[in-house]
């Protein structure tokens, strides 16, 4: 059988455009404006994809300098459009800074949401609610039409499996989101 091409469009998109959204959502602050964004770093790639070396990594930093300077350039806009954008004023070293959290912010995030998306079913749909969602432990078990401590367990367990598949600082993260839910 015939490994799928991983630089084919459909697979980067599928890999790549939940992060890039993700990414271009922390410096806009607009989920349209960031689904845009993402969709034209794609087109833009498509077009100038026999320039860009053949490896993902290559192609990766090209999607992610592409939604970065099309977010910059949504902001530098509002700015000179928005007297608010123009208090708020930022200086190219803190752009840079809040670009790399973003970038990894981005990053930590889909390693989360893949670990969760690994999860059986039942688990799955739970951390989903819970961790990604914010519900409480109550609100998930009415809407699933089970038991609260049905759900306290599947979490509990959900967690078990998780911590084997993170690392050590992932799970930590989950964890304190988890913490923050508990109720």
């Known amino acids: 059988m015939e490994q799928p091409d991983p630089l084919a469009l459909d697979a980067l998109f599928a890999e790549f455009y939940d992060r890039l959204v993700y990414f271009s959502l922390q410096l806009v602050r607009d989920q349209a404006q960031a689904q845009d964004i993402a969709q034209d770093a794609f087109i833009k790639y498509w077009q100038e994809r026999e320039f860009i070396l053949a490896n993902k990594g290559a192609v990766k930093n090209y999607l992610y300098t592409t939604v970065r300077n099309a977010s910059l350039n949504i902001i530098r806009h509002s700015k000179v459009v928005d007297a608010y954008w123009q208090q708020q004023g930022t200086s190219e070293p803190e752009e840079e800074l809040t670009i790399m959290e973003a970038i990894i912010s981005s990053e930590v995030m889909a390693e989360i949401h893949s670990a969760i ?67």
């Not at 690994?118 to 609610?129: G, T």
């Not at 409480?136 to 967690?159: F, P, W, Y």
């Open 117 to 183: 998306e690994a999860l059986p079913e039942n688990y799955r749909q739970i951390s989903i609610l819970s961790y990604l969602e914010g519900k409480k432990n109550q609100e998930i078990a009415d809407e699933l039409g089970m038991s609260i401590n049905t759900v306290k367990k599947q979490k509990h367990r959900a967690l078990e499996l998780l911590r084997l598949t993170l690392s050590p600082e992932l799970y930590g993260l989950l964890f304190a989101l988890a913490i923050g839910r508990v109720v």
